[in-house]
RNA sequence: GCUGGCAUAGCUCAGUUGGCUAGAGCAGCUGUUUUGUAAACAGCAGGUCGGGGGUUCGAGUCCCUUUGCCAGCUCCA
């Protein structure tokens, strides 16, 4: 069967739509009507245009900004007088529906700027459009009476676009910007055939159902309350054992790795935050109070409290690299609208460091924190990817300074071979950093853990050492957190495990079932040699039918379900649901504690 | 913060165009049953319909306001 052509693939890898080349010539390369990356392209920007001819049949006052694909689809931004809800997008596919079926072509033709400025004359946003494109040329695409300046690619015609859904309706900035007026945004996605459709939807279904935030509240881990306010968290009994498990094993961790544990406190006053720059470059994100007539800021990073801690006592050159860790608590204000369950939230506890060395150690030092990051990583089976951010709008210190602390980063990962990415202007303020982004079970991205190079605090806070040649000199501070923060680390967990944790985090581990009365006793006894070694059990023994109780200690997701009846009680054995091996199995209570044991250790990072 | 939407029992949801005492399943509690691998049976209890104000003879339902949540924008661990 030859396959339709829907556009072609120049060799620069740029593609030409049917109408271009049947203007300039046909490139050798064809791009066939199916589900490949740079059809998809083709059809959603296409798919995008049909969303906008039917938006303007049925709102004709709309005008529109900009129509473009990105990596889950497509969206058109517009203006309009009336509003669209969820239920309007019904509608609008309706119409889209329709207008296919009137089998229109999309044509493509072209004119000089001068031309389109006064075709648009009446139409600021695509003025604001034109006003970005330097071409003294311009094309526009017609399908049926619309018609849109655009520079392609689009498909041949309408009738290649059957396969779409419009998936959500939101606000978005005029170009991006805060202060802008805000547009009508409309998602949608589409597919070549009605399956890869189908299939797309049902993945986004799937994803909903390990969302940490339904997965959180079924099984009981966390909380919020409205009475008490947005984004603070509240960890339930089953939520605080799966946290402190992996407080437990990061705090082993570190200590292998000579960190020392600090506390500082929560409450500084105002002139610390004045001195090391925050008050001025993160005020905005501070909760600022007032004790006894001085202003004082709860902290919103632990820098400053280690900081004195290092100060308080004489430092050598022989105590370095020095390493405090803590798991600090802060407070930010993040803007309402950006809460998000445990990903975003107001209060949060980093596994927070704060490494002091000599500029000279700076390569190994990062090194060494980027293997620590490797082990946690691998040991959740994560993969993830590292981005050096640099110097941000916002910050304090020399350009010197930034440019030397950003080359240490880069040479620590070049040296050995690490790829990254930069992001220009995303460092802290204080310094450049390494962003350590965990790639999820559904492709998204979230920045954990971080590495950054600070030679400005210390600075700031004449922060000293006796070197070897009996002179003062100032150290280094590297920043650094390898889960980011215990709440979004975990919401990814639970989403990445879609709440079946791994043994030495689960927050139940053992699920005890006993068959009757007669054998409770058994089970409690069993219990209590885990509870010996650290090992979270609960026992089903409640009145409901044996089926029941197993049933329901299966949908906790935990790890083993141990069945106890006459034949386990007498030879001192349980028979196992084992969950990862989705098997069933006997062992003698020995083994069994052999084999929770060895899996405990598991965790050792 | 902005745009749009949502808010009924611990959880998931019903509740006609405003009209009797707001319903169901699961979870909870009580009892009968004592179970061999994913839902025994019966009963009980549970709600200021997010909060406040208003329109109306009458509001879960309409309006205003406020809090929270959801989708995105902008920002970030």
Not at 262 to 290: F, K, Q
Not at 393 to 415: F, R, Y
Not at 444 to 454: A, E, L, N, P
Request: proline share 4%; charged share 30%; aromatic share 10%.
């Amino acid at each position: 069967m030859e396959q339709e052509v829907l556009a072609y693939l120049n060799s620069d890898g740029t593609i030409v739509d049917t109408q271009t080349a049947a203007q300039s010539g046909e490139p050798e390369t064809i791009i066939p009507f199916d589900n490949s990356e740079k059809a998809l392209e083709v059809i959603r920007h296409s798919t995008a245009h049909l969303m906008a001819q039917a938006i303007k049949e049925l709102y004709p006052d709309a005008q529109f900004f900009v129509g473009p694909v990105v990596d889950e689809g497509f969206y058109y931004d517009f203006r309009v007088s009336e509003k669209i809800g969820e239920e309007d997008l019904k509608k609008i596919e309706k119409k889209m529906k329709d207008l296919i079926k009137k089998k229109y072509k999309i044509e493509k033709y072209e004119i000089s700027k001068a031309e389109a400025l006064e075709k648009f004359s009446q139409d600021d946003l695509k003025l604001a459009v034109l006003s970005r494109i330097p071409d003294e040329t311009v094309s526009i695409y017609k399908q049926g009476e619309f018609e849109d300046l655009c520079r392609g690619p689009h498909v041949p015609a309408l009738r290649y676009l059957h396969n779409f859904k419009l998936t959500r309706v939101a606000g978005a900035y005029l170009g991006g910007d805060e202060n802008a007026e805000m547009l009508t945004r409309i998602y949608g996605i589409a597919f070549a055939d009605k399956a890869s459709l189908k299939a797309h939807m049902l993945m986004i279904e799937e994803a909903k159902k390990r969302d940490h935030r339904k997965l959180g509240t079924e099984m009981e881990l966390f909380m919020f309350d409205e009475a008490s306010g947005a984004g603070l968290p509240f960890w339930m009994p089953k939520g605080a054992r799966l946290r402190s498990k992996l407080e437990d094993i990061l705090t082993s961790s570190h200590r292998r790795r000579g960190y020392e544990p600090v506390r500082g406190p929560e409450i500084l006053r105002a002139d610390m935050w004045r001195t090391s720059g925050h008050y001025a470059c993160y005020g905005e994100n501070m909760y600022l109070t007032e004790i006894d007539g001085q202003e004082y800021g709860i902290k919103p990073m632990n820098c400053i409290g280690h900081i004195q801690i290092f100060k308080q006592t004489g430092k050598s050159y022989r105590d370095l690299p020095l390493k405090y860790f803590e798991y600090g608590v802060v407070h930010r204000h993040e803007k309402s609208g950006v809460l998000h369950g445990l990903l975003r939230v107001r209060e949060f506890t980093q596994d927070d460091a704060h490494i002091f060395c000599t500029p000279e150690q700076i390569k190994e030092v990062v090194l060494e924190v980027v293997e620590f990051v490797d082990a946690v990583m691998k040991k959740f089976d994560f993969d993830y990817t590292m981005e050096i951010s640099t110097k941000p709008d916002k910050a304090i210190g020399d350009d010197d300074v930034w440019e030397l602390a950003t080359q240490g980063l880069k040479d620590a990962l070049s040296d050995n071979d690490l790829p990254f990415g930069i992001d220009e202007g995303g460092g802290a303020f204080y310094g450049p950093k390494i962003d350590v982004k965990i790639t999820d079970a559904l492709g998204r991205k979230w920045q954990c853990g971080t590495i950054q190079v600070d030679f400005n605090l210390p600075e700031r806070f004449n922060v000293e050492y006796v070197a070897e040649d009996n002179t003062r000199k100032q150290p280094v501070m590297i920043h650094r957190a390898i889960l980011g923060s215990f709440e979004r680390f975990i919401a990814i967990l639970t989403e990445h495990y879609a709440g079946e944790f791994p043994f030495f985090i689960a927050p139940t581990q053992v699920i005890f079932v006993p068959i009757s009365d007669d054998h409770v006793a058994y089970a409690k006894m069993l219990k209590n040699l885990l509870t010996e070694e650290g090992i979270d059990s609960e026992i089903y023994g409640k009145n409901d039918s044996l089926n029941k109780r197993i049933r329901l200690a299966e949908k906790q997701k935990v790890p083993y379900v141990a069945i106890l009846g006459d034949a386990e009680v007498e030879n001192k054995t349980v028979a196992i649901r084992d969950r990862r091996a989705k098997e069933q199995y006997n062992l003698t209570q020995d083994e069994f504690m052999v084999k929770l044991l060895h899996q405990l250790k598991e965790g050792k990072i």
